[in-house]
C-alpha cells in the first residue's frame, strides 16, 4: 500500500491550499482514510477523516475551513484549506489502516506565512 500526498507550498495568511493523496495497492473505496499534521516541536494530530462511504468529520480548528473529500475513480482523497492561519503550518500527512497496519503518505509541507 502506497500514499503519495501532494499540494503542499507556502501561501499568505487567509490564503488556500488543496492537498491530494493517492492511494495505491489495496482497493481504496473500502477504507476511511484520516490527514493529520505535525508542527515543530509538536506531536502529532488529526486534521479530518473521511468514511469508506463518504463521511467526513473534522477537529475543531478545522471545522468551517478544511474541507475532506474522495473521489474513488481516482483513488484519491482531497483537504481542501481555506483561510488558512500561520498556526495551520505543519507537515500534512495522510493515513489510512489496511488489515490493521496503518499506512502512512511522505507528507507534505504546508507553510502560512506573509
Known amino acids: 500500500v502506497q500514499l503519495q500526498a501532494s499540494g503542499g507550498g507556502l501561501v499568505q495568511p487567509g490564503g488556500s491550499l488543496r492537498l491530494s493523496c493517492a492511494v495505491s495497492g489495496t482497493i481504496f473505496s473500502r477504507h476511511a482514510v484520516d490527514w493529520y499534521r505535525q508542527a515543530p516541536g509538536k506531536q502529532p494530530e488529526l486534521v479530518a477523516f473521511i468514511t469508506s462511504l463518504g463521511r467526513a468529520d473534522y477537529v475543531e480548528f478545522a471545522k468551517g475551513r478544511f474541507t475532506i473529500s474522495r473521489d474513488n475513480a481516482k483513488n484519491t482523497v482531497y483537504l481542501q484549506m481555506n483561510s488558512l492561519k500561520p498556526e495551520d503550518t505543519a507537515v500534512y500527512y495522510c493515513?489510512?489502516?489496511?488489515?490493521?497496519?496503518?499506512?502512512w503518505g511522505q507528507g507534505t509541507q504546508v507553510t502560512v506565512s506573509s
Open positions: 493515513h489510512l489502516v489496511v488489515n490493521e497496519r496503518p499506512f
